[in-house]
């Protein structure tokens, strides 16, 4: 090892932090699963590791991506990178005990492949006690109402990040509705593109900023269902 080489572990939390969205940025996915398990072992909560360390350097990613400074394939290793920490995480996450909250099929609309943002919501309903089935990308309506249906559902999730892309929600919500069983599942939708008002516009039940605002809307949406429910 070069004497100049950076030793993770003996950096301090912020530094780490630091080298961490350095290291995204590269694509170094051994060095994120290392940084991630040492933050861990201080103590860090793995929702702070998830927040602070990995979206927020995607975003940086993002950015440079967006002004052309990134490239497909840099951005790619980046994102196999975020999947390394991602997957150190997602027991973690998940492992709260909550009672089960009931049931999310999620996936990636057709003609889209982005799947991290997807993956994190799924991951923070799974550690909100959801059970959770994810049809991956590139999803044709045909797939989510097979799924939905076979699954028994309650919610549906959609995830876009192309805006030419997102109008695919309305293919599959507008089915949804001349096959009749629109009303019988929540509809949340989200993806960096979309917006309050393009969930309304489309028939979805609410737009979710981000995986925890996913996580706290399905909630609400459940129990206002079983109040329901108890009602009549
Ligand atoms: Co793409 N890409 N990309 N890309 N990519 C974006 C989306 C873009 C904004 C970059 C840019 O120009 N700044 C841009 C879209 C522009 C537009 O449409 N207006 C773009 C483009 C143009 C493209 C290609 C067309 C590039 C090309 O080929 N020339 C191509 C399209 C491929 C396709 O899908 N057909 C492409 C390809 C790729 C990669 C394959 C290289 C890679 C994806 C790898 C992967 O996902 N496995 C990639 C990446 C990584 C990005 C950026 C950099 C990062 C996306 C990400 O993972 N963010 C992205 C830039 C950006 O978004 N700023 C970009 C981190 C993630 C945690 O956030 O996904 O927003 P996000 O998810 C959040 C919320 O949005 C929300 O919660 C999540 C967690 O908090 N959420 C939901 C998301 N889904 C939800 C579903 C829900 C609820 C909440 O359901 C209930």
């Known amino acids: 090892m070069a004497d100049d080489d950076i030793i993770l572990s003996e950096l301090d939390d912020d530094e780490l932090v630091q080298q961490m969205h350095d290291d995204l940025y590269d694509g170094l996915k051994d060095e994120i699963e290392e940084a991630v398990q040492i933050l861990l072992d201080r103590g860090w909560a793995p929702y702070d590791v998830l927040t602070r360390a990995l979206v927020a350097g995607m975003t940086i990613v993002g950015a440079d991506f967006r002004d052309g400074i990134l490239f497909v394939p840099e951005v790619l290793l980046a994102a196999n990178a975020m999947k390394g920490g991602m997957a150190i995480l997602k027991p973690l996450l998940a492992e709260t005990g909550a009672p089960k909250m009931g049931k999310m099929v999620i996936g990636t609309v057709k003609g889209d492949i982005h799947d991290i943002g997807k993956n994190l919501v799924g991951m923070m309903m799974e550690g909100a006690g959801f059970e959770v089935v994810d049809l991956g990308i590139n999803n044709a309506v045909e797939k989510y109402l097979e799924a939905i249906k076979a699954e028994e559902a309650d ?5 876009a990040l192309l805006t030419t892309t997102m109008p695919y929600m309305k293919v599959v919500i ?8 629109r009303d ?8 960096a593109p979309l917006n309050e008002e393009f969930g309304r516009a489309i028939g979805a039940d609410a737009y979710c900023r981000d995986a925890a605002v996913a996580v706290e809307t399905a909630k609400t949406f459940i129990a206002r269902r079983h109040n329901q429910t108890a009602a009549h």
């Open 174 to 181: 507008d089915a949804m509705k001349e096959q009749g069983i």
């Open 184 to 191: 019988d599942y929540i509809v949340l939708v989200g993806g």
């Open 155 to 159: 919610i549906l999730g959609m995830s």
